[in-house]
């Protein structure tokens, strides 16, 4: 790609890690959740020794971080941190990944080989109409790609590569960190934000070209455990009480119409009832909660407790109980007082040719947790699309793109300083 700025080699980085079968597990026990991300983690680590950087180490929990040297001469430059998750998600396998690459997109249907029923169309995903000409590269049907977060991963490795090559671009020291179980919510678990040593980073895990992304949901989780009374159903009469019975009347009597992920966008919260575990002694209830604003999150979850305590007084002999933990928070509280690592991201995105796209994710990321544990770090897009599916695709244009915000950012760091 002669058009390129920064010519790498991400996009043949990226098929190779598909092929390494790094699906998280939400049952596990271990940490990582499961082996299959230690095979990627020790690749980087290896990786990362034979190009050269120092500090490169993967500690008992499976984190690898390295450091690119500075460049520069000014003493003040800020260490800068580029953070990506090599697990897959849970909820579609990641083994046995055959990458695909569809030259020179024209618009039609993308048919994936594997499966003829999964059909990736510009009518369903009206991204693909800025892909023109470009290459898409998607799995074969039958399992996801990985571009979440390998995507990342590829980008920030091709990125440190041709930097190193490259020493006449000034740039201040730099960390690279790669993390597991982000999937399961784990990916800051053990996290050393001290030993990481950067300021700020950035997680190169977003979706649309230009995008960046500076406010997350702030988040919560119920467990509702109903109480009933099980005896012999032949003599049950006027003893027993039906548990699933009462968490079905709670469910019901959640609102059909707001306050759910079916009804809700934008800037709009939910409740989402999304795990039961039934029983007629017993029957728990998990719920996510999530708003942008974090007092919110109390209103809707005293609103779950009232709809709770009007299913167990339909039902006389039953009890609830109501444990609330938390996940995260909305990351833009904490770099609000940041501005520079949002303006300095901006103007990388601008000196890559694009028009930075801040919206909202109606989610979380790891730079949710990491804002409040010390490190501000809004995330960047890696230009993967349709994740945690088999209908996953990415441009290998936004890929190179992604590569070039990054190198742009270490320069814009290095300049303003």
């Avoid at 003829?116 to 693909?128: F, G, K, Q, R, T």
């Avoid at 079916?262 to 719920?287: C, I, N, Q, R, W």
């Avoid at 000196?351 to 790891?366: F, N």
Wanted: some cysteine; proline content about 5%; aromatic content about 8%.
């Amino acid at each position: 790609m002669s058009s390129l700025k920064y010519e790498t080699d991400c996009v043949e980085r990226f098929l190779q890690y598909v092929e390494i079968d790094t699906q998280s597990c939400e049952d596990s026990d271990s940490f990582p959740s499961t082996p299959g991300q230690l095979d990627l983690l020790r690749r980087l680590r290896d990786e990362l020794l034979a190009l050269g950087l120092e500090d490169v180490a993967m500690d008992k929990h499976g984190y690898v971080f390295a450091t690119l040297p500075a460049t520069s001469a000014k003493p003040d430059v800020p260490v800068i941190g580029f953070l990506a998750h090599v697990d897959t998600s849970p909820e579609m396998s990641g083994a046995g990944v055959k990458a695909i690459i569809h030259r020179d997109y024209d618009g039609q249907d993308l048919v994936l080989p594997d499966d003829a029923s999964a059909v990736i169309s510009l009518e369903a995903n009206p991204h693909l109409s800025e892909q023109m000409g470009h290459d898409i590269i998607t799995a074969s049907g039958t399992t996801l790609l990985g571009a979440d977060n390998k995507a990342g991963v590829a980008e920030i490795m091709a990125a440190v590569e041709y930097l190193l090559s490259h020493p006449e671009i000034m740039h201040g020291p730099v960390r690279i960190g790669f993390t597991p179980d982000e999937e399961v919510g784990n990916g800051t678990k053990y996290f050393d934000v001290e030993r990481f040593g950067a300021q700020y980073a950035y997680t190169v895990d977003g979706e649309t070209l230009g995008e960046l992304q500076i406010e997350t949901f702030s988040a919560d989780a119920i467990t509702l455990t109903f109480h009933g009374f099980n005896t012999h159903p032949g003599f049950a009469k006027g003893k027993m009480v039906n548990a699933i019975k009462v968490a079905a009347e709670f469910i019901n009597g959640l609102p059909g119409d707001r306050l759910s992920p079916e009804t809700t966008e934008g800037y709009e919260g939910f409740v989402h009832p999304y795990m039961v575990d039934a029983g007629v002694e017993k029957t728990s209830v998990k719920l996510l909660v999530r708003d942008f604003a974090t007092p919110k999150l109390e209103e809707m979850e005293q609103y779950v407790k009232q709809v709770a305590s009007q299913a167990v007084e339909m039902h006389p002999g039953s009890r609830v109980e109501f444990e609330v933990e938390e996940s995260y928070r909305n990351m833009k509280e904490v770099l609000d007082h940041h501005p520079d690592v949002i303006e300095n991201a901006s103007e990388a995105v601008r000196r890559a040719g694009l028009e930075p796209r801040v919206e909202p994710i109606r989610g979380g990321t790891d730079g949710s947790r990491l804002s409040f544990m010390g490190l501000p770090t809004p995330n960047i897009f890696a230009g993967e699309h349709n994740f945690h599916s088999r209908f996953e695709w990415i441009s290998t244009h936004d890929m190179h793109k992604a590569v070039e915000v990054i190198i742009e950012l270490c320069r814009v760091w290095e300049e303003k300083s």
